[in-house]
């Protein structure tokens, strides 16, 4: 069974930076889509972000548009989630999630096409 484990979470104050990774083990795919998503205190799970197989197309929500980069290490078989000018909204439950597909340029950006989950990592913003 495919497992994949976010790190990197924890507590930054507002306009700071983190990183997150999403690492791949046991029984992996050929390829997949890699994306992230957030869920706050209350609230359904969002899409943050996601990349293609290839690294060659992204998306982002636009909340988070022009604050956060998506990238790939496929070697690795890691995603990363770089994370800049945070706020105190960004605080949530972030998740990493893929979407095994054959086409290395497609993305996702729903809940339902993604097949695997991590566990999560909490992320906490203060002002």
């Known amino acids: 069974q495919v497992q994949l484990v976010e790190s990197g979470g924890g507590l930054v104050q507002a306009g700071g930076s983190l990183r997150l990774s999403c690492a791949a083990s046991g029984r992996t795919f050929s390829s997949y889509i890699g994306g992230w998503f957030r869920q706050a205190p209350g609230k359904e799970r969002e899409f943050v972000a996601a990349?293609?197989?290839?690294?060659?197309?992204?998306s982002y929500a636009d909340s988070v548009k022009g604050r956060f980069t998506i990238s790939r290490d496929n070697a690795k078989k890691t995603v990363y989630l770089q994370m800049n000018s945070l706020k105190p909204e960004d605080t949530a439950d972030y998740y990493c999630?893929?979407?095994?597909?054959?086409?290395?340029?497609?993305?996702?950006?729903?809940?339902?096409?993604?097949?695997?989950w991590g566990q999560g990592t909490q992320v906490t913003v203060s002002s």
């Open positions: 999630a893929a979407d095994p597909t054959r086409n290395v340029v497609a993305v996702a950006t729903t809940l339902g096409e993604y097949d695997y």
């Open positions: 990349i293609s197989w290839s690294g060659g197309r992204t």
